[in-house]
């Protein structure tokens, strides 16, 4: 349990690469007047240097490591909303900071939806380069184990992001009331 008061405690949004953690975080943020961070981006204004260039010449490893560490940063501040990579809830070491400090939403998106992202997605994201669409099945199906660490699950199949985002802020409203204090 979080000693941040509940409406103060930022807002973490997790879920597979490409299911709108990004986009939608960013509108959640507008309409809470709250700060946005985006861990890739930030990952890439300190490093210098985009996550598929970070993998490329550091390695996967180098990349969790300054994932682990700025997420363990930024999960104590206060009034946020953030939006992590794909891959951070893979370190448990993550999922217990955030559990215990944000309030987490968990994007939910069926295989069937994701799909028809992915051209979307290929040229950037380092973990999908080389795979046949078998395989990213196959690290879909075993990375959705990891999101099981919410506070709260949203379906976003044939949603729209601003209806997702409406919906985020209408749950965490209900909740500050009912939770107030
Ligand atoms: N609800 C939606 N409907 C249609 N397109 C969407 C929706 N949500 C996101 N997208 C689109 O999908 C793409 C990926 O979204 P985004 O970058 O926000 O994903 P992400 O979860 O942050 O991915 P990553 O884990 O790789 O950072 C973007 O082009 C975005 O516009
Ligand atoms: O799912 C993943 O492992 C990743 C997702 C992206 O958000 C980036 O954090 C990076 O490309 C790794
Ligand atoms: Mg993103």
Not at 19 to 26: E, M, P
Not at 79 to 97: H, P, R, T, W, Y
Not at 132 to 156: A, G, V
Request: hydrophobic share 40%.
């Amino acid at each position: 349990m979080s000693n941040i008061p509940l409406k103060e405690q930022s807002i973490v949004l997790i879920g597979f690469m490409g299911v709108g953690k990004t986009t939608i975080g960013q509108a959640v943020a507008r309409k809470l007047y709250r700060d946005f961070i985006d861990i890739d981006e930030e990952i890439e204004r300190r490093f210098q240097m985009p996550p598929k260039e970070i993998f490329a010449k550091y390695g996967e490893a180098t990349f969790r490591q300054y994932e682990k560490e700025i997420i363990s940063e930024i999960c104590h501040k206060r009034l946020k909303v953030i939006s992590l990579g794909g891959g951070a809830f893979l370190q448990k070491e993550v999922q217990d900071i955030c559990l215990a400090t944000t309030t987490i939403f968990f994007l939910d998106l069926s295989w069937n939806s994701w799909k028809d992202r992915i051209s979307l997605l290929i040229d950037s994201r380092p973990v999908l380069q080389g795979k046949n669409m078998e395989e990213i099945k196959e690290l879909f199906d075993d990375r959705q184990p990891i999101y099981e660490q919410h506070h709260s699950r949203i379906i976003t199949d044939n949603q729209e992001i601003e209806e997702i985002a409406d919906y985020i802020v209408d749950s965490l409203k209900l909740a500050w009331e009912l939770y107030a204090g």
